[in-house]
């Protein structure tokens, strides 16, 4: 038991460090763009960015990318809140579970990845960068959030592991 908590904690020390790099880089998110007039939000360099999910020519926005970033939290919110269940009430189904299910993740996961890139894609890079310059550094935090979010996944099929460690031996 000693021993499993010993990398129990380990990993809870990382994932949260992980929630300190994602809250930093929403941090910056936010510094990219910090007032909301009449439906847009105006960054520091006064450039428009639709609050809608797609824009008037159907490409994605910011909008688009944190509803998917908020629905891959969501997930992985449960999961911890499974991991939390499953440690208190020694429960190795819980623990074999949510090890086994990790492919959902890669369901949210993989496709907003895949979504980001393509949000850089969308227009040619000189335009896109012409009519805002902040789009990379975006979409870069956007993927560094998304990654984050799958490592805190990993981190919690390790801890699993440690409880069915605890309880079977």
Same mark, same amino acid.
């Given at each position: %038991? ?5 990398h129990?904690?380990?990993d809870?020390g990382?994932?949260?460090? #992980?929630?300190v790099e994602? =809250? +930093?880089?929403?941090?910056k ?5 910090? +007032?909301s007039? +009449? ?9 428009v ?8 020519? /159907? ?8 509803r /998917?970033?908020?629905?891959? /939290? !969501? ?6 809140? @499974?991991?939390? +269940? =499953?440690?208190t009430? *020694? ?12 492919d ?15 949000? @850089?894609?969308? #227009? ?8 805002? =310059?902040?789009?990379? @550094?975006? #979409?870069?935090? %956007? ?6 979010l799958?490592?805190? =996944?990993?981190?919690?099929? *390790?801890?699993? !592991?440690?409880?069915? %460690?605890?309880?079977e /031996?």
């Amino acid at each position: %038991f000693l021993t499993a908590t010993l990398h129990i904690s380990s990993d809870l020390g990382r994932i949260s460090d #992980t929630i300190v790099e994602i =809250a +930093e880089a929403l941090l910056k998110i936010a510094s990219l763009s910090i +007032e909301s007039v +009449e439906g847009k939000i105006i960054d520091h360099r006064q450039h428009v960015i639709p609050i809608d999910a797609v824009d008037q020519y /159907g490409n994605m926005t910011d909008v688009f990318i944190i509803r /998917g970033l908020l629905d891959l /939290g !969501k997930e992985i919110t449960y999961r911890i809140q @499974q991991t939390i +269940e =499953a440690f208190t009430s *020694s429960d190795t189904t819980i623990a074999r579970r949510i090890g086994t299910e990790h492919d959902l993740v890669d369901v949210l996961y993989l496709p907003l990845c895949n979504d980001i890139l393509n949000m @850089q894609m969308q #227009t040619p890079a000189l335009s896109t960068l012409q009519y805002d =310059a902040s789009i990379i @550094q975006r #979409t870069t935090y %956007f993927l560094w959030i998304a990654h984050k979010l799958e490592q805190i =996944a990993d981190y919690l099929i *390790s801890i699993c !592991k440690r409880i069915i %460690f605890i309880v079977e /031996g």
